[in-house]
Protein backbone atom coordinates (compact mmCIF):
# COMPACT_ATOMS: atom_id res chain seq x y z
CA UNK A 1 0.00 0.00 0.00
CA UNK A 2 2.72 2.61 1.30
CA UNK A 3 5.44 3.33 -1.29
CA UNK A 4 8.88 1.49 0.11
CA UNK A 5 11.40 4.42 -1.02
CA UNK A 6 8.64 7.46 0.25
CA UNK A 7 10.00 9.03 3.64
CA UNK A 8 6.27 10.16 5.74
CA UNK A 9 5.32 12.95 8.69
CA UNK A 10 3.48 12.52 11.82
CA UNK A 11 1.06 14.94 9.81
CA UNK A 12 0.93 12.19 6.84
CA UNK A 13 3.00 13.71 4.22
CA UNK A 14 4.79 11.69 2.13
CA UNK A 15 7.99 12.92 0.11
CA UNK A 16 9.49 11.45 -3.39
CA UNK A 17 12.90 12.14 -3.47
CA UNK A 18 14.12 12.36 -7.31
CA UNK A 19 18.06 13.80 -6.90
CA UNK A 20 18.04 17.21 -5.62
CA UNK A 21 14.53 17.11 -5.71
CA UNK A 22 10.98 16.04 -3.87
CA UNK A 23 7.28 15.01 -4.93
CA UNK A 24 5.18 16.18 -1.77
CA UNK A 25 1.86 14.47 -0.99
CA UNK A 26 -0.62 12.95 1.64
CA UNK A 27 -1.13 9.67 2.29
CA UNK A 28 -3.58 6.96 1.99
CA UNK A 29 -4.73 7.41 5.34
CA UNK A 30 -5.02 11.07 5.21
CA UNK A 31 -6.93 11.33 2.48
CA UNK A 32 -9.15 8.16 3.90
CA UNK A 33 -9.58 10.44 7.16
CA UNK A 34 -10.29 13.30 5.07
CA UNK A 35 -13.10 11.91 3.00
CA UNK A 36 -14.00 13.64 -0.30
CA UNK A 37 -11.77 15.97 -2.26
CA UNK A 38 -12.78 18.83 -3.26
CA UNK A 39 -10.23 21.88 -3.17
CA UNK A 40 -6.58 22.34 -3.04
CA UNK A 41 -5.09 25.75 -2.05
CA UNK A 42 -1.23 25.39 -3.54
CA UNK A 43 1.85 28.04 -3.20
CA UNK A 44 3.30 30.30 -5.48
CA UNK A 45 5.73 28.64 -7.68
CA UNK A 46 9.30 29.64 -5.87
CA UNK A 47 8.78 29.99 -2.44
CA UNK A 48 10.89 28.99 -0.37
CA UNK A 49 9.55 26.74 2.54
CA UNK A 50 10.93 26.13 5.83
CA UNK A 51 10.80 22.60 7.61
CA UNK A 52 7.21 21.69 8.62
CA UNK A 53 5.48 25.07 6.99
CA UNK A 54 2.54 25.46 5.40
CA UNK A 55 2.60 24.46 1.94
CA UNK A 56 -1.12 24.57 1.33
CA UNK A 57 -4.36 23.91 2.04
CA UNK A 58 -6.74 20.88 1.12
CA UNK A 59 -10.48 21.27 1.76
CA UNK A 60 -12.69 18.08 1.74
CA UNK A 61 -16.75 18.60 1.84
CA UNK A 62 -16.69 18.21 5.06
CA UNK A 63 -12.92 19.76 6.25
CA UNK A 64 -10.14 22.16 6.02
CA UNK A 65 -6.48 20.77 6.96
CA UNK A 66 -2.95 22.42 6.55
CA UNK A 67 -0.28 20.19 4.52
CA UNK A 68 2.91 20.93 5.81
CA UNK A 69 6.19 20.76 3.92
CA UNK A 70 8.67 17.17 5.48
CA UNK A 71 11.63 19.66 4.98
CA UNK A 72 12.99 22.72 3.68
CA UNK A 73 13.13 23.83 0.06
CA UNK A 74 11.58 25.90 -2.67
CA UNK A 75 8.73 24.95 -4.65
CA UNK A 76 9.72 24.67 -8.16
CA UNK A 77 6.44 22.86 -9.30
CA UNK A 78 2.91 22.31 -8.33
CA UNK A 79 0.45 20.00 -9.35
CA UNK A 80 -2.06 22.36 -11.94
CA UNK A 81 -4.17 19.04 -12.55
CA UNK A 82 -5.64 19.66 -8.85
CA UNK A 83 -7.14 22.96 -9.37
CA UNK A 84 -9.77 20.62 -11.48
CA UNK A 85 -9.22 17.64 -10.08
CA UNK A 86 -8.85 18.09 -6.67
CA UNK A 87 -10.52 14.02 -6.36
CA UNK A 88 -6.81 12.84 -7.19
CA UNK A 89 -6.10 12.79 -4.02
CA UNK A 90 -8.75 10.28 -3.04
CA UNK A 91 -8.13 8.35 -6.13
CA UNK A 92 -4.32 8.03 -6.07
CA UNK A 93 -2.59 9.87 -3.30
CA UNK A 94 0.66 8.60 -3.96
CA UNK A 95 1.19 9.01 -7.17
CA UNK A 96 -1.17 11.73 -9.89
CA UNK A 97 -2.02 12.93 -6.13
CA UNK A 98 0.91 14.71 -5.31
CA UNK A 99 0.68 18.57 -4.73
CA UNK A 100 4.53 20.04 -4.53
CA UNK A 101 7.55 19.57 -6.20
CA UNK A 102 10.40 20.92 -4.13
CA UNK A 103 14.01 21.57 -4.12
CA UNK A 104 15.34 20.31 -1.06
CA UNK A 105 17.34 22.70 0.79
CA UNK A 106 19.61 19.88 2.72
CA UNK A 107 19.14 16.07 2.10
CA UNK A 108 20.78 15.45 5.52
CA UNK A 109 16.99 16.62 6.60
CA UNK A 110 15.36 13.77 5.03
CA UNK A 111 16.77 11.42 7.57
CA UNK A 112 14.35 12.91 10.36
CA UNK A 113 11.62 11.23 8.44
CA UNK A 114 9.88 8.09 9.13
CA UNK A 115 10.96 5.10 6.47
CA UNK A 116 7.60 3.30 5.15
CA UNK A 117 8.06 0.67 8.08
CA UNK A 118 7.97 2.63 10.62
CA UNK A 119 5.19 4.79 9.34
CA UNK A 120 3.27 1.99 9.04
CA UNK A 121 3.70 1.03 12.57
CA UNK A 122 3.33 4.84 13.25
CA UNK A 123 -0.50 3.94 11.55
CA UNK A 124 -1.04 1.06 13.60
CA UNK A 125 -0.60 2.52 16.81
CA UNK A 126 -2.91 5.22 15.70
CA UNK A 127 -5.45 2.67 14.95
CA UNK A 128 -5.41 0.69 18.28
CA UNK B 1 -22.45 8.30 24.17
CA UNK B 2 -25.87 8.13 23.32
CA UNK B 3 -26.58 4.94 20.95
CA UNK B 4 -29.49 4.32 18.44
CA UNK B 5 -30.71 1.13 17.91
CA UNK B 6 -29.18 1.04 14.40
CA UNK B 7 -26.29 1.68 16.21
CA UNK B 8 -24.27 -1.94 15.05
CA UNK B 9 -25.89 -2.05 11.69
CA UNK B 10 -23.56 1.10 10.78
CA UNK B 11 -20.62 -0.26 11.80
CA UNK B 12 -21.38 -3.47 9.78
CA UNK B 13 -21.57 -0.99 6.93
CA UNK B 14 -18.54 0.38 7.70
CA UNK B 15 -19.46 3.75 8.77
CA UNK B 16 -16.91 6.63 10.00
CA UNK B 17 -19.02 7.01 13.43
CA UNK B 18 -19.07 10.51 15.42
CA UNK B 19 -20.27 12.74 17.95
CA UNK B 20 -22.98 14.52 17.37
CA UNK B 21 -25.38 16.04 20.32
CA UNK B 22 -24.51 13.39 22.68
CA UNK B 23 -25.18 10.89 20.06
CA UNK B 24 -22.58 8.28 18.50
CA UNK B 25 -24.06 8.87 14.85
CA UNK B 26 -22.32 7.78 11.54
CA UNK B 27 -21.03 10.95 9.71
CA UNK B 28 -20.34 9.04 6.31
CA UNK B 29 -20.18 5.26 4.66
CA UNK B 30 -19.03 5.14 1.47
CA UNK B 31 -18.74 8.85 1.18
CA UNK B 32 -20.57 12.02 0.95
CA UNK B 33 -20.43 12.88 -2.51
CA UNK B 34 -21.76 9.75 -3.53
CA UNK B 35 -23.87 9.56 -0.74
CA UNK B 36 -25.53 12.72 -1.63
CA UNK B 37 -25.20 11.75 -5.15
CA UNK B 38 -27.49 8.97 -4.16
CA UNK B 39 -30.06 10.79 -2.82
CA UNK B 40 -30.90 12.87 -5.60
CA UNK B 41 -30.82 10.44 -8.40
CA UNK B 42 -31.51 7.00 -6.66
CA UNK B 43 -32.48 6.24 -2.98
CA UNK B 44 -30.43 7.21 0.54
CA UNK B 45 -31.48 5.71 4.20
CA UNK B 46 -31.00 7.80 7.00
CA UNK B 47 -31.08 6.85 10.95
CA UNK B 48 -32.10 9.96 12.66
CA UNK B 49 -33.13 8.48 15.75
CA UNK B 50 -31.63 10.78 17.19
CA UNK B 51 -34.43 13.61 16.53
CA UNK B 52 -37.00 14.37 19.82
CA UNK B 53 -40.77 13.39 19.18
CA UNK B 54 -42.86 15.22 22.07
CA UNK B 55 -47.20 15.10 22.31
CA UNK B 56 -49.36 17.39 23.12
CA UNK B 57 -52.96 15.93 23.97
CA UNK B 58 -55.96 17.46 25.62
CA UNK B 59 -58.97 19.21 25.04
CA UNK B 60 -56.96 22.42 24.15
CA UNK B 61 -53.88 20.82 22.03
CA UNK B 62 -54.88 23.10 19.18
CA UNK B 63 -54.96 26.07 21.03
CA UNK B 64 -52.01 25.33 22.62
CA UNK B 65 -50.28 24.59 19.04
CA UNK B 66 -51.23 28.02 18.08
CA UNK B 67 -49.66 29.84 20.59
CA UNK B 68 -46.56 28.43 20.18
CA UNK B 69 -46.27 28.17 16.69
CA UNK B 70 -46.19 30.97 13.97
CA UNK B 71 -47.88 28.64 11.52
CA UNK B 72 -51.74 27.74 11.07
CA UNK B 73 -52.12 24.22 13.03
CA UNK B 74 -55.74 25.00 12.79
CA UNK B 75 -55.68 24.38 8.61
CA UNK B 76 -54.09 20.59 9.66
CA UNK B 77 -56.62 17.85 8.98
CA UNK B 78 -56.08 14.74 10.79
CA UNK B 79 -53.42 12.67 8.73
CA UNK B 80 -51.17 16.04 8.18
CA UNK B 81 -47.91 17.47 8.96
CA UNK B 82 -46.67 20.94 8.88
CA UNK B 83 -43.64 22.68 9.15
CA UNK B 84 -43.16 25.17 12.19
CA UNK B 85 -41.30 26.76 14.90
CA UNK B 86 -41.09 27.08 18.46
CA UNK B 87 -41.08 30.86 18.96
CA UNK B 88 -39.93 33.19 21.56
CA UNK B 89 -42.11 36.48 22.27
CA UNK B 90 -39.37 38.50 20.68
CA UNK B 91 -40.00 35.43 17.43
CA UNK B 92 -36.59 34.28 17.57
CA UNK B 93 -36.29 30.18 17.20
CA UNK B 94 -36.62 27.73 20.04
CA UNK B 95 -36.26 25.44 17.20
CA UNK B 96 -38.23 24.56 14.13
CA UNK B 97 -40.00 21.69 14.02
CA UNK B 98 -42.86 19.52 12.37
CA UNK B 99 -46.26 19.37 13.96
CA UNK B 100 -48.23 15.73 12.91
CA UNK B 101 -51.68 16.53 13.27
CA UNK B 102 -53.39 12.84 15.31
CA UNK B 103 -56.80 14.79 15.96
CA UNK B 104 -57.43 18.38 17.44
CA UNK B 105 -56.73 16.86 20.95
CA UNK B 106 -53.66 15.26 20.03
CA UNK B 107 -50.59 17.01 18.25
CA UNK B 108 -46.60 14.77 17.51
CA UNK B 109 -43.86 17.56 17.79
CA UNK B 110 -41.08 16.29 16.24
CA UNK B 111 -37.90 18.79 17.32
CA UNK B 112 -33.77 18.97 16.70
CA UNK B 113 -31.45 16.17 18.59
CA UNK B 114 -29.51 19.28 19.97
CA UNK B 115 -32.63 20.96 21.26
CA UNK B 116 -34.62 17.64 22.96
CA UNK B 117 -34.22 18.94 26.57
CA UNK B 118 -34.39 22.55 25.94
CA UNK B 119 -37.50 22.81 23.75
CA UNK B 120 -39.25 20.42 26.05
CA UNK B 121 -38.66 22.45 28.83
CA UNK B 122 -40.07 25.84 27.05
CA UNK B 123 -43.42 22.87 25.86
CA UNK B 124 -44.36 21.67 29.33
CA UNK B 125 -43.27 25.45 30.69
CA UNK B 126 -46.04 27.18 28.34
CA UNK B 127 -48.88 24.88 29.26
CA UNK B 128 -50.55 27.73 32.15
CA UNK B 129 -53.79 27.98 31.47
CA UNK B 130 -54.51 25.40 28.45
CA UNK B 131 -56.20 22.24 28.81
CA UNK B 132 -53.12 20.10 28.06
CA UNK B 133 -50.84 17.41 29.20
CA UNK B 134 -47.22 16.84 27.45
CA UNK B 135 -45.51 14.28 27.08
CA UNK B 136 -41.52 13.52 25.77
CA UNK B 137 -41.16 10.51 24.03
CA UNK B 138 -37.80 10.94 22.24
CA UNK B 139 -36.08 7.99 24.08
CA UNK B 140 -38.69 5.78 23.34
CA UNK B 141 -38.95 6.49 19.57
CA UNK B 142 -36.41 5.10 16.65
CA UNK B 143 -36.72 7.21 13.06
CA UNK B 144 -35.27 6.57 9.69
CA UNK B 145 -35.76 8.57 7.04
CA UNK B 146 -35.74 7.26 2.98
CA UNK B 147 -34.99 9.68 0.76
CA UNK B 148 -34.87 9.98 -3.16
CA UNK B 149 -36.73 9.13 -6.04
CA UNK B 150 -36.84 5.93 -5.70
CA UNK B 151 -38.05 6.25 -1.71
CA UNK B 152 -41.53 4.98 -3.27
CA UNK B 153 -40.50 1.57 -5.19
CA UNK B 154 -38.68 1.08 -2.29
CA UNK B 155 -40.50 1.11 0.73
CA UNK B 156 -44.13 -0.02 -0.97
CA UNK B 157 -43.49 -3.63 -1.20
CA UNK B 158 -42.36 -3.38 2.60
CA UNK B 159 -45.72 -2.05 4.15
CA UNK B 160 -49.87 -2.04 4.23
CA UNK B 161 -49.54 1.83 3.71
CA UNK B 162 -50.88 2.31 0.37
CA UNK B 163 -47.79 5.27 -0.90
CA UNK B 164 -49.16 6.48 -3.75
CA UNK B 165 -51.70 7.72 -2.51
CA UNK B 166 -49.96 9.62 0.27
CA UNK B 167 -49.31 13.11 -0.85
CA UNK B 168 -46.69 15.10 0.49
CA UNK B 169 -46.88 16.23 4.17
CA UNK B 170 -49.59 13.88 5.14
CA UNK B 171 -48.47 10.28 7.47
CA UNK B 172 -50.13 6.96 8.06
CA UNK B 173 -50.06 4.29 10.43
CA UNK B 174 -49.03 0.82 9.60
CA UNK B 175 -46.36 -1.88 9.23
CA UNK B 176 -43.12 -1.60 7.49
CA UNK B 177 -40.97 -5.12 7.77
CA UNK B 178 -43.88 -6.27 10.02
CA UNK B 179 -43.25 -3.19 12.25
CA UNK B 180 -45.70 -0.93 13.28
CA UNK B 181 -44.85 2.27 12.27
CA UNK B 182 -45.74 6.22 11.50
CA UNK B 183 -44.75 6.51 8.29
CA UNK B 184 -45.20 10.83 6.78
CA UNK B 185 -44.04 11.79 3.30
CA UNK B 186 -41.81 14.43 4.40
CA UNK B 187 -37.61 15.13 4.67
CA UNK B 188 -34.20 16.91 4.90
CA UNK B 189 -33.22 16.55 1.42
CA UNK B 190 -35.23 18.39 -0.64
CA UNK B 191 -36.40 15.00 -2.41
CA UNK B 192 -39.27 13.03 -2.16
CA UNK B 193 -39.01 10.51 0.93
CA UNK B 194 -40.74 9.30 4.00
CA UNK B 195 -39.80 9.54 7.50
CA UNK B 196 -40.38 5.99 9.64
CA UNK B 197 -40.77 6.79 13.00
CA UNK B 198 -41.49 3.57 15.51
CA UNK B 199 -41.63 3.12 18.75
CA UNK B 200 -40.41 -0.83 18.61
CA UNK B 201 -37.91 -2.25 20.80
CA UNK B 202 -35.79 -3.86 17.85
CA UNK B 203 -36.34 -1.85 14.97
CA UNK B 204 -33.50 -3.19 13.13
CA UNK B 205 -35.70 -5.31 10.86
CA UNK B 206 -36.56 -1.76 8.99
CA UNK B 207 -32.96 -0.77 8.42
CA UNK B 208 -32.19 -4.16 7.26
CA UNK B 209 -35.29 -4.55 5.14
CA UNK B 210 -34.65 -1.50 2.97
CA UNK B 211 -31.09 -1.66 2.81
CA UNK B 212 -31.92 -5.52 1.26
CA UNK B 213 -34.93 -3.96 -1.47
CA UNK B 214 -33.13 -0.61 -1.95
CA UNK B 215 -29.33 -1.44 -2.79
CA UNK B 216 -30.34 -3.41 -6.23
CA UNK B 217 -31.53 -0.12 -7.08
CA UNK B 218 -28.59 1.75 -5.93
CA UNK B 219 -29.84 2.82 -2.41
CA UNK B 220 -27.11 4.02 -0.05
CA UNK B 221 -26.78 4.36 3.67
CA UNK B 222 -26.54 8.06 4.45
CA UNK B 223 -24.58 9.34 7.14
CA UNK B 224 -24.69 13.29 8.64
CA UNK B 225 -22.52 14.70 5.93
CA UNK B 226 -24.44 14.42 3.02
CA UNK B 227 -27.66 14.90 5.37
CA UNK B 228 -26.14 18.48 5.77
CA UNK B 229 -25.25 19.11 2.06
CA UNK B 230 -28.57 17.47 1.14
CA UNK B 231 -30.15 19.97 2.92
CA UNK B 232 -28.02 23.14 1.91
CA UNK B 233 -28.75 22.81 -1.33
CA UNK B 234 -32.44 23.18 -0.90
CA UNK B 235 -32.18 25.21 1.29
CA UNK B 236 -33.55 23.65 4.41
CA UNK B 237 -32.81 25.45 7.84
CA UNK B 238 -30.34 24.15 10.13
CA UNK B 239 -30.98 25.29 13.86
CA UNK B 240 -27.79 27.06 15.32
CA UNK B 241 -26.57 27.17 11.62
CA UNK B 242 -29.36 29.69 10.54
CA UNK B 243 -31.81 29.87 12.51
CA UNK B 244 -31.49 30.53 16.59
CA UNK B 245 -32.78 32.28 19.62
CA UNK B 246 -30.83 35.50 17.84
CA UNK B 247 -32.44 35.28 14.75
CA UNK B 248 -36.28 36.52 14.02
CA UNK B 249 -38.77 34.50 12.32
CA UNK B 250 -38.66 36.87 9.24
CA UNK B 251 -35.50 37.31 9.19
CA UNK B 252 -34.73 33.79 8.05
CA UNK B 253 -36.35 34.55 5.25
CA UNK B 254 -39.86 31.73 6.64
CA UNK B 255 -42.36 34.13 6.05
CA UNK B 256 -44.52 31.51 4.60
CA UNK B 257 -44.69 30.03 7.76
CA UNK B 258 -45.92 33.05 9.84
CA UNK B 259 -50.12 33.21 9.60
CA UNK B 260 -51.12 36.41 11.16
CA UNK B 261 -54.68 35.99 10.59
CA UNK B 262 -54.88 32.93 12.63
CA UNK B 263 -55.09 34.70 15.97
CA UNK B 264 -52.51 35.41 19.11
CA UNK B 265 -49.37 33.53 19.22
CA UNK B 266 -45.89 34.26 20.86
CA UNK B 267 -43.95 36.39 19.06
CA UNK B 268 -46.58 38.28 16.57
CA UNK B 269 -46.57 41.46 17.86
CA UNK B 270 -42.71 41.39 17.15
CA UNK B 271 -43.16 39.75 13.34
CA UNK B 272 -46.22 42.89 13.22
CA UNK B 273 -43.79 45.66 14.17
CA UNK B 274 -40.73 43.94 11.86
CA UNK B 275 -43.15 43.77 9.12
CA UNK B 276 -44.29 47.55 9.60
CA UNK B 277 -40.50 49.27 10.06
CA UNK B 278 -38.81 46.47 7.60
CA UNK B 279 -36.17 44.57 8.09
CA UNK B 280 -32.67 45.42 8.69
CA UNK B 281 -31.11 41.90 7.68
CA UNK B 282 -31.97 38.66 5.44
CA UNK B 283 -30.97 35.20 5.78
CA UNK B 284 -29.43 35.28 2.09
CA UNK B 285 -28.12 32.63 -0.37
CA UNK B 286 -24.73 32.98 -1.92
CA UNK B 287 -22.63 31.41 -4.37
CA UNK B 288 -18.30 31.75 -4.35
CA UNK B 289 -17.27 33.43 -7.74
CA UNK B 290 -13.72 33.32 -7.00
CA UNK B 291 -12.36 29.52 -5.90
CA UNK B 292 -12.55 28.24 -2.20
CA UNK B 293 -15.06 27.07 0.36
CA UNK B 294 -16.88 29.03 2.49
CA UNK B 295 -17.84 27.53 5.73
CA UNK B 296 -19.67 28.39 8.78
CA UNK B 297 -18.04 31.32 10.85
CA UNK B 298 -16.09 32.80 8.23
CA UNK B 299 -16.25 36.69 7.97
CA UNK B 300 -18.62 38.34 5.01
CA UNK B 301 -17.86 41.86 4.22
CA UNK B 302 -19.38 44.71 2.35
CA UNK B 303 -17.44 47.32 0.66
CA UNK B 304 -14.71 45.98 3.03
CA UNK B 305 -16.68 46.12 6.45
CA UNK B 306 -17.31 43.13 8.73
CA UNK B 307 -21.25 42.64 8.00
CA UNK B 308 -21.69 39.32 9.69
CA UNK B 309 -20.41 35.71 9.71
CA UNK B 310 -21.43 32.35 6.80
CA UNK B 311 -24.17 30.33 8.77
CA UNK B 312 -23.79 27.71 6.74
CA UNK B 313 -21.21 26.64 3.32
CA UNK B 314 -20.19 23.77 1.40
CA UNK B 315 -19.46 22.78 -1.96
CA UNK B 316 -22.87 21.65 -3.34
CA UNK B 317 -21.87 17.77 -4.13
CA UNK B 318 -24.57 18.29 -6.96
CA UNK B 319 -24.80 21.95 -7.98
CA UNK B 320 -21.00 21.39 -8.09
CA UNK B 321 -20.59 24.68 -6.58
CA UNK B 322 -19.37 26.28 -3.19
CA UNK B 323 -22.75 28.00 -1.64
CA UNK B 324 -23.64 29.02 1.35
CA UNK B 325 -26.33 31.27 3.65
CA UNK B 326 -25.25 34.50 5.33
CA UNK B 327 -27.85 37.13 7.12
CA UNK B 328 -26.58 40.63 5.10
CA UNK B 329 -28.02 44.30 5.00
CA UNK B 330 -31.29 44.19 3.68
CA UNK B 331 -30.12 46.62 1.10
CA UNK B 332 -27.42 43.97 -0.03
CA UNK B 333 -29.74 40.98 -0.72
CA UNK B 334 -31.17 41.60 -4.23
CA UNK B 335 -29.47 38.39 -6.37
CA UNK B 336 -26.42 39.43 -8.33
CA UNK B 337 -25.37 41.58 -5.38
CA UNK B 338 -21.34 40.98 -5.08
CA UNK B 339 -20.05 40.75 -1.53
CA UNK B 340 -17.12 39.43 0.03
CA UNK B 341 -16.13 36.63 2.01
CA UNK B 342 -12.84 36.12 4.07
CA UNK B 343 -11.23 32.78 3.62
CA UNK B 344 -7.40 32.53 5.99
CA UNK B 345 -5.79 35.32 4.91
CA UNK B 346 -7.54 36.52 1.17
CA UNK B 347 -11.15 38.04 0.26
CA UNK B 348 -12.89 36.03 -2.07
CA UNK B 349 -16.16 37.30 -4.17
CA UNK B 350 -19.32 36.14 -3.52
CA UNK B 351 -22.94 36.96 -5.20
CA UNK B 352 -26.25 36.20 -4.42
CA UNK B 353 -28.05 33.85 -5.82
CA UNK B 354 -31.42 32.74 -6.17
CA UNK B 355 -33.03 30.18 -3.15
CA UNK B 356 -33.28 26.99 -3.24
CA UNK B 357 -30.41 26.90 -5.00
CA UNK B 358 -31.60 23.60 -5.94
CA UNK B 359 -35.23 22.15 -6.73
CA UNK B 360 -36.08 18.90 -8.02
CA UNK B 361 -37.86 18.76 -11.23
CA UNK B 362 -41.20 18.51 -11.19
CA UNK B 363 -42.19 19.27 -7.90
CA UNK B 364 -45.41 21.14 -7.12
Given at each position: ??????Y??????WI??????G??????F??????????V???Q?G?EL???Q???VVES?????????????K????????A????????DP??QGW???????D???L?S????SDYE???????? | ?L???????H???????V?FC??????EY?G?IDE????????????V????E??VT??D??A????????D??R??P?QV???A???PE??F?D?M?????N??????V??A???T?D?AWI?????GFD??T????D????VA???P???T??????D??LAA????WW?????????C???????T?E??????T???N????W??I?????P???L????G????????SK???????I????????????W??K?Q??DF?G?P??E???????????????LI?????R?????Y???????E?????FAP????????????????A????F??G????????KV?P?????RA???
Open positions: MYPKDFYTKEHEKVEGDELVGITDAQHQLGDIIFELPVTAVHAIGVKSVSDVYSPVAGVVAVNEALQTADLLNKHGIVRLKIKKKAELMKVKFLEGLEA | MKTRFNELKKLGAKMEGWEMPIKIHMAVRTKAGLFDSHMGVLGKALYVQWLTPNAALLGQYTLMTSTVDLVYCIPQEYFLVNANVKYAGHTKVKKNLSGYSQLQGLAEILQPLTIGMKSFAKGKVAGIDLVSRTGYGDGFEIYTAAPAPITSIEKGTLGLPIGLARDTLRLELMLYGNDSDKTTVLEADLKIVLKGLKVIRQLAEGLKRKLTGFEDRGVPPHYPAVGGKKVSVCSGTFLKRPIGLVYLPIETTVGTEEIIRDKMLKAITPFYKGKK
